[in-house]
């Protein structure tokens, strides 16, 4: 199982730090990816962490910005969100996929029906101008 939390209300230029906490999982066996969804738009993945050998990817749009990190002892992933604007907003979920699946996280996290072992429920993240 997967909780998202963090969310909320910022304004543009300001930071939110998301958690996604894992259990009934052994975590260093899976990546854990974010992804967000706007009204109207199209699922896209944003950031990605292999919690065995520790392999980060980010998409383009949040390079420089967004700071992807795991905490083992608490079976937890961070997003840390900077210089936030508003096409930031959106729900942001995460998903957990078997590090040993060999898919890397731009396939994975392109790929619509890619089926994830497991999703959170959501958290919405509202940056406004």
Avoid: H
């Avoid at 992804?35 to 949040?62: L, M």
């Avoid at 937890?76 to 957990?96: G, H, I, K, R, W």
Wanted: charged share 20%.
């Amino acid at each position: 199982q997967l909780v998202e939390s963090g969310g909320g209300l910022v304004q543009a230029g300001g930071s939110l730090r998301l958690s996604c906490a894992a259990s009934g999982l052994t975590f260093a066996d899976y990546s854990i990816d974010w992804f967000r969804q706007a009204p109207g738009k199209e699922r896209e993945g944003v950031s990605s962490i292999n919690n065995n050998d520790g392999d980060i990817y980010y998409t383009d749009s949040v390079k420089g910005r967004f700071t992807i990190a795991s905490d083992d002892a608490k079976d937890t992933v961070y997003l840390q969100m900077n210089s936030l604007n508003p096409e930031d907003t959106a729900v942001y979920f995460c998903a957990a996929d078997r590090v040993d699946s060999g898919i890397t996280p731009a396939q994975r996290m392109s790929d619509p029906s890619y089926e994830y072992d497991t999703w959170g429920q959501g958290t919405q993240v509202t940056v406004s101008s």
